[in-house]
């Protein structure tokens, strides 16, 4: 039996996230992140025989939830670095804990030990009561296997044993591993997948990073499989941080079909909250940038692929397009499919982004007039992720990630001396830079830390930086106004505004909060200071279904693979 997660229109479920949707073991209970037309993004909880779906309070911007083995508590995570835990029935949000770094995967030991992936510096699969206290290593990194993340673990209770996707470098996609907690022997099952999903009855379910769910007969006690994967139906949404599934213990699946395209459209929302949409909608694979005129907005549009060098790299391509701000017109600039990580010239006449070359990346330009073919701009060593061209066009910033994922700040010349200069280099520093923005009159550049989501400022002609924000932004961007001294960043409680004071130290003057503004969206901020744009998902409930007892349809897939061997 199939139906709709959530038939209200007014629903929007985000799919999008790493673990978009959790099912409680008995499967009676779902809990998944969507918004509604008089609310932001928060979690929501669906009982398995109950046709509407409610809000849970205080979720606002919570994220990849997971349920309790008794199915009482869901834990989330938000800001990508607090964990909290809320009862299923309601009541008062409890705080867990801060998280060292970034996290994104929960999976529950027991009623009272929560797993979680941590990424960046100490990376590894961490152990944390569910009552609070202090996060201890429970799956320490593989160094003989060179291993640099270790992703979305999954606990099997009974047997004692994490199922994690780990990460090498020059693998196009992470692989199956299984590690046993009472004695620390790994076992790598050289499946291509990033994460288990499942152990139903003697198959590990598991999912690769096209969509293809699978299912694979594995020994548990011996640590190693007994026979060949399979194939199964059907096949999900991917995007680059996961797969668009959910499944039970008891085989109750709810999952994004795969083909589905995010549709979304664009906002103009000012900062007393008066929201006008943009005409039209889109389907937008990245996060949107105002014009230097104020007059279009550049987005990447399309279903997009995932590409690059190895899975822990790539990035979501699409094609370059223009949206005239009072029409919504929109104007293709690239037709490849190849664009990544775009902005604008400051002198409004050129996009600048990320293109995959091979199995490399390079920095390019294109006309948005279509006045000239689009051109490389800048080779790099490692990956370019996001990029931030200076003022005087001499220069940009960009970020980049090697195959260990280390993050490099650098500055690129555009002199033709092929100069480059390593502003923050994460190898020998904590802070592991992201989504760099330059002030508009050069003179400092603001970009959020990896490892703690935080807020910071550094002077591009110096060493002088300063953390400016107290407790984090996520992944959201950090935008500058028009008169360089004033920032703006997505926190847990709306949209935070500072006041930068640059003399005679850098230091923050002054702090407020703009409530109501939508969280975990996609935004950019106009030049003039005054209106933001923001990306609003729609129509999203009725693509997602929810499979109860799709572990009969399983069953069926893998006897009749067994029947032809």
């Given at each position: ?316 391509l699409s094609d370059l397009w223009t949206i005239d701000v009072v029409s919504g ?112 009159d050069g003179q400092w550049v603001a970009y959020t830390d990896r490892t703690s ?106 006897q009749a693979a067994r029947g032809r061997e």
């Amino acid at each position: 039996m199939r139906f709709a997660l959530a038939d209200d229109p007014s629903i929007s479920i985000n799919a999008s996230t790493t673990r978009p949707f959790a099912v409680s073991p008995d499967g009676s209970t779902i809990v998944f992140q969507a918004a509604a037309d008089s609310m932001g993004l928060r979690l929501w909880v669906r009982r398995i025989g109950d046709p509407r779906a409610r809000p849970l309070a205080g979720t606002e911007g919570g994220i990849n939830a997971a349920i309790s083995p008794d199915g009482e508590w869901v834990a989330f995570i938000t800001g990508n670095r607090e964990l909290r835990k809320v009862r299923l029935s309601g009541g008062d949000l409890i705080k867990v804990a801060t998280l060292d770094a970034v996290s994104a995967t929960l999976s529950w030991a027991s009623n009272e030990a929560i797993f979680f992936e941590q990424i960046g510096p100490d990376a590894g699969i961490h152990r944390i009561d569910a009552s609070g206290g202090r996060a201890q290593l429970a799956v320490p990194l593989d160094t003989a296997a060179h291993e640099t993340r270790q992703r979305r673990p999954l606990v099997l209770r009974d047997a004692g044993i994490v199922v994690y996707g780990s990460y090498v470098p020059d693998e196009d996609e992470p692989s199956i591993v299984l590690y046993r907690l009472a004695d620390g022997r790994r076992a790598r099952l050289n499946l291509p997948g990033i994460g288990a999903l499942a152990l139903i009855e003697d198959r590990l379910i598991y999912a690769r990073g096209d969509g293809s769910l699978m299912a694979v007969p594995i020994d548990l006690k011996g640590m190693q499989t007994r026979g060949d994967p399979v194939r199964l139906d059907p096949s999900v949404t991917a995007q680059g941080t996961g797969t668009a599934v959910g499944l039970s213990e008891a085989g109750t699946m709810v999952y994004q079909a795969a083909g589905v395209a995010p549709v979304a459209r664009l906002e103009l929302v000012d900062t007393t909250g008066k929201v006008r949409p943009i005409p039209g909608e889109f389907v937008i694979a990245e996060a949107p940038r105002f014009s230097p005129d104020g007059r279009r907005i550049l987005a990447g549009i399309g279903a997009g692929t995932s590409g690059g060098p190895g899975a822990a790299l790539r990035l979501f391509l699409s094609d370059l397009w223009t949206i005239d701000v009072v029409s919504g017109e929109p104007t293709r600039i690239t037709n490849d499919n190849q664009a990544a990580s775009s902005s604008w010239t400051p002198d409004n006449k050129r996009a600048l982004y990320t293109k995959a070359v091979g199995r490399g990346y390079e920095l390019w330009t294109a006309p948005v007039d279509g006045s000239a073919p689009a051109a490389r701009l800048v080779e790099l060593n490692d990956i370019p992720v996001a990029s931030s061209m200076m003022p005087d066009q001499r220069s940009v910033i960009v970020e980049t990630r090697d195959p260990g994922v280390s993050v490099v700040l650098l500055r690129a010349w555009l002199d033709g001396s092929r100069r480059i200069d390593t502003l923050i280099a994460s190898r020998g520093e904590r802070v592991r830079p992201n989504n760099p923005r330059v002030s508009p009159d050069g003179q400092w550049v603001a970009y959020t830390d990896r490892t703690s989501s935080e807020v910071w400022v550094r002077l591009l002609n110096g060493t002088t930086a300063l953390q400016v924000s107290t407790g984090g932004t996520g992944f959201n961007p950090v935008v500058w106004g028009p008169d360089s001294r004033r920032l703006y960043y997505a926190g847990n409680g709306g949209l935070v505004a500072i006041e930068l004071q640059t003399s005679p130290t850098l230091g923050v003057f002054r702090r407020h909060v703009i409530s109501g503004f939508p969280q975990d969206a996609e935004y950019d901020i106009a030049p003039d200071g005054k209106t933001f744009v923001v990306v609003q998902p729609v129509r999203a409930s009725a693509d997602v279904f929810v499979a109860v007892d799709w572990v009969s349809e399983a069953r069926a897939q893998w006897q009749a693979a067994r029947g032809r061997e």
